[in-house]
């Protein structure tokens, strides 16, 4: 499978890269990452849809700009690449990852005229939903990087402190604003996923007529690390409306 060559588009501050024809899609990457994350879905999406992988605020390409940078701005960020990608007011299916999936929610949330469908791939909607092992990891970065930063420290040490704590203080989505979402939508996650499975099967319970799939032996970055499983999944819930249960290891739904 060959990947096109992608068409660079500059919205505000935000990077994004454009791939392929047909119904609007657009990805949006983790905590931390790129718009590269998705360098093993584009192929597969782009031979249907009109890929639009955008670098968030402060990430890849992309400017981190002035003012806060929450979950509800990267939301609005999403909002403006829908809108000047957009042809004739067409919503984009949203596929975000991670703190991506965050984003994806609070774009629904806050924007719902411009989703089609979403994909919440490994989402949260508060630290509790993440394992213990990774809390306990990021309260101690989290220390560290205060005291380096009560040291005076470069301004790239800051940055990535205030995307850490993104992950500690965000994304304050409520369940009565999942209960809200009206756009199909699919919860994936994998069998060894960074968040708590029973955290997952919350969020998908909350959307209304939400599906769920657990992909069997992956973990938090199953779009990258098993494609062939992913794709299959994200690609039949995008075209039909309906994940496949079938010819997938999938653990339950």
Request: aromatic residues 4%.
């Amino acid at each position: 499978m060959t990947e096109t060559a992608p068409t660079a588009v500059q919205v505000g501050d935000l990077h994004v890269e454009v791939r392929g024809d047909g119904p609007p899609v657009l990805l949006i990457h983790g905590n931390s990452g790129d718009l590269h994350y998705f360098d093993h879905n584009v192929p597969a999406l782009e031979r249907h849809f009109r890929v639009a992988a955008m670098d968030c605020r402060g990430q890849g390409r992309s400017a981190r700009g002035d003012g806060p940078l929450t979950i509800r701005r990267m939301a609005d960020d999403a909002a403006d690449v829908i809108r000047t990608l957009q042809i004739d007011d067409e919503p984009f299916d949203v596929v975000g990852f991670s703190d991506g999936a965050n984003v994806a929610m609070t774009l629904a949330v806050h924007h719902p005229e411009l989703v089609r469908r979403l994909v919440l791939n490994s989402g949260n909607i508060t630290r509790q939903g993440m394992h213990m092992s990774l809390r306990v990891q990021l309260r101690f970065a989290d220390e560290l990087l205060q005291r380096k930063r009560q040291h005076g420290v470069l301004p790239v040490v800051r940055h990535e402190h205030e995307l850490m704590r993104l992950m500690l203080d965000q994304p304050g989505i409520t369940t009565e604003q999942l209960a809200g979402i009206t756009a199909p939508t699919l919860v994936m996650a994998g069998s060894k996923d960074l968040i708590r499975r029973e955290h997952t099967r919350l969020i998908a319970k909350l959307i209304p007529g939400a599906q769920l799939r657990i992909i069997v032996d992956g973990t938090h970055f199953v779009m990258r690390d098993m494609p062939g499983v992913a794709n299959a999944v994200v690609d039949d819930f995008l075209r039909a409306g309906a994940a496949p249960v079938d010819g997938v290891r999938i653990l339950d739904r």
